[in-house]
C-alpha cells in the first residue's frame, strides 16, 4: 500500500500547484489544500470502500441461483465448472433404457432438442425418440426419383445422421441407403435428395461444411459435396403439391473425389468416418484400407495429403477436436491422435482392450474424448493428463477420497435380442452378451448422454438404447 499513497500525495501537491497559479480564490485553495484560513486544518470525510466481492464458488452459485447475470471478479468460474463438469460428469451418470420394440441396431444419432433424440437403424429405419416418454415417430424416408438408380441391399441400414451448424437442416441416408437425404428443423419436411449421379454404393458418413454444404462418403470409395439451394428451405418453395404431398428437389452433387488407391488393399478404400474442422476449413476422412485422408474444403474438395495409420484393423469412427486441431481414430483395439500439421505425433495411442471388439463411436468434449465399444462400455479418455478417467475409491460420486486406479467404466444394459436360430448356433442360447455402442451423443446443456446400438455379429437381431443422466 506505501507506493500507492506515496502516488497518491504527488497527484494532490501537483494539483496545489496548479491550483496557486489560477485565479481562485485564497479560500478555494485553502481547501484544495485540505487547510482552513482560519481555524487550521479541515477534515474531510473520507469515501467509504465498495465491499469487496468475496471470490467464492459458494458466494458465485448463489448469486446465480437469485438470477445474478454477472459477479463481480467471478467470470472464470464459468470455465472453472465446465471443466468440472466435464470430469465429474461420467461418474455422476446412471442408465435408463428405452424400449424400441424389435428395431435392428442403432447405428447413428443426435440431439434435436432437450427430450428428442433422431435415430437410423440397420433396418433402414428414421425414427425420433422422446427420452422422458419413450414414445417413437417414424419418419418417412425419400425415395429416389427413377427406378434405374442403382439400389443397395435393404439390410444396410441408416449409418449417418447430422445436423447443420444452425440445427436448421438434417442429413441422412434416403430409402436408398446409396442417396443423401436432407430435411428441414424442427418439422422434419423433407428439402431435396441426393439421387442424381451420386454414390454407387451405402453412404457410410456425413459431414456439413456450413448450411448449405454437406460432405457424404460412400462404401464405392468415394467423398461427395452436394450443395442445397437456399431458396428450398427458406420458404420461398412450396413444400406440398395440390394434393397436401410433400414435394422435395433432386440433386447431384457439386464435386466427388475418389479415395486414392493404397498399394496394400487396392480393392478396400470404403469411406467409413468423416470429420470436418471448421476452423482450418479441412474434411478428414477414413478409409477401411488404413489410411487417413485430408482435403481442402472450398467450393469443392482438393487432397492435401494421405497417412496410412498405425492400426490398419477396423477403423471405423472419426472425430475432431477444434479447441486442440486434432483428429482421433478408433480402430479394433485403439485409438489413435492425428494433428496433420505435426510430423511427429505428441499423444500416444490409448489401447481400449475391450475384448478385442473394438472402438465403436467417438465424441470429443473440451478435453475429454467418450470412447463407446463393441463390448457394451462407455471409456472417458483425458487428453491433457493423457489417461482414462478413473473410478473413486467410495461408491458415492460426492466422495473426495482420491481415485482407485481403476478404470471408469459405464457398462450398458442387454436392450433387446431376437432369440431365434441363428442365436442359438452363434450364442449357444447364452443371454450373457454385450452390445456394441456404435453411437452416443451428448446433451451438455441438460447434462444428458444418448447411446445407442446392437449385438456386434452381423447377423444378430437386436437392439439398444439408453440415456444417461
Known amino acids: ?77 464459468e470455465g472453472d465448472l465446465r471443466s468440472y463438469r466435464v470430469l465429474r460428469l461420467p461418474e455422476l451418470l446412471r442408465e435408463r433404457q428405452l424400449a424400441l420394440g424389435p428395431l435392428n441396431k442403432v ?55 447430422q445436423l447443420n451448424p444452425s440445427r436448421s437442416l438434417l442429413a441422412t441416408g434416403g430409402e436408398n441407403p446409396n442417396s443423401l437425404a436432407v430435411y428441414q428443423l424442427p418439422t422434419l419436411d423433407p428439402v431435396c435428395l441426393g439421387d442424381r449421379q451420386g454414390h454407387r454404393d451405402w453412404i457410410f458418413a456425413i459431414a456439413w461444411m456450413s448450411d448449405t454444404v454437406a460432405v457424404s462418403g460412400s462404401r464405392d470409395g468415394t467423398v461427395a459435396l452436394w450443395r442445397v439451394d437456399p431458396d428450398v428451405f427458406s420458404g420461398s418453395t412450396p413444400w406440398h403439391n395440390n394434393s397436401g404431398i410433400p414435394r422435395y428437389s433432386h440433386i447431384r452433387p457439386r464435386d466427388m473425389e475418389a479415395i486414392p488407391r493404397a498399394t496394400s488393399n487396392p480393392g478396400n478404400r470404403k469411406v467409413r468416418a468423416l470429420a470436418f474442422s471448421g476452423k482450418n476449413q479441412e474434411l478428414g ?29 477396423e477403423n471405423v469412427c472419426l472425430t475432431y477436436c477444434d479447441e486442440l486441431s486434432l483428429y482421433a481414430v478408433g480402430s479394433q483395439s485403439h485409438v489413435s491422435f492425428l494433428d496433420p500439421r505435426q510430423r511427429q505425433q505428441n499423444i500416444r495411442p490409448l489401447c481400449s482392450r475391450e475384448g478385442g471388439t473394438g472402438v465403436r463411436s467417438l465424441s470429443f468434449y473440451q478435453h475429454i474424448i467418450t470412447v463407446g465399444t463393441g463390448h457394451g462400455s462407455l471409456l472417458f479418455y483425458d487428453i491433457r493428463a493423457q489417461k482414462f478417467l478413473e473410478e473413486r475409491a467410495s461408491g458415492s460420486p460426492d466422495s473426495f477420497l482420491g481415485c482407485t486406479g481403476r478404470k471408469l467404466k459405464l457398462i450398458c444394459g442387454r436392450g433387446w435380442l431376437n432369440q431365434d436360430e441363428l442365436w442359438v448356433n452363434y450364442l449357444g442360447g447364452t443371454e450373457d452378451f454385450r452390445n456394441a455402442l456404435y453411437t452416443h451423443c451428448y446433451n451438455w446443456p441438460e447434462m444428458k448422454l444418448f447411446v ?13 438404447a439408453g440415456l444417461w443422466s
Not at 504527488?10 to 478555494?28: C, V
Not at 426419383?145 to 442403382?150: A, E, I, Y
Not at 472450398?298 to 492400426?311: A, E, F, H, Q, V
Not at 445407442?452 to 439398444?464: F, I, K, Q
Open 285 to 313: 476422412a477414413v478409409s477401411l484400407d488404413g489410411y487417413f485422408h485430408l482435403w481442402k474444403a472450398r467450393s469443392s474438395l482438393s487432397r492435401l495429403l494421405s497417412l496410412r495409420l498405425p492400426y490398419c484393423r
Open 107 to 161: 447405428f447413428a444419432s443426435q440431439w434435436l432438442n432437450a427430450r428428442q433424440v433422431v435415430c437410423g437403424t440397420k433396418c433402414n429405419t428414421l425414427f425420433v425418440i422422446d427420452v422422458q416418454t419413450g414414445r417413437i415417430t417414424r419418419i418417412p424416408l425419400m425415395r429416389d426419383r427413377g427406378p434405374g438408380q442403382t439400389r443397395a441391399q435393404p439390410t444396410c441400414g441408416i449409418h449417418a445422421i
Open 452 to 464: 445407442g446400438g446392437g449385438p456386434l455379429p452381423s447377423g444378430l437381431h437386436g437392439n439398444y
Open 1 to 77: 500500500m506505501a507506493p500507492q499513497q506515496t502516488g497518491s500525495r504527488k497527484r494532490k501537491a501537483s494539483e496545489i500547484e496548479e491550483g496557486a497559479g489560477s485565479s481562485a480564490s485564497p479560500s478555494q485553495a485553502a481547501v484544495a489544500a485540505g487547510t482552513n484560513c482560519t481555524n487550521g486544518p479541515l477534515l474531510v470525510a473520507k469515501r467509504p470502500r465498495r465491499p469487496t466481492a468475496p471470490r467464492s464458488l459458494v458466494h458465485y452459485l448463489t448469486g446465480r441461483a437469485l438470477g445474478a447475470e454477472s459477479y463481480p471478479g467471478l467470470e472464470g468460474f
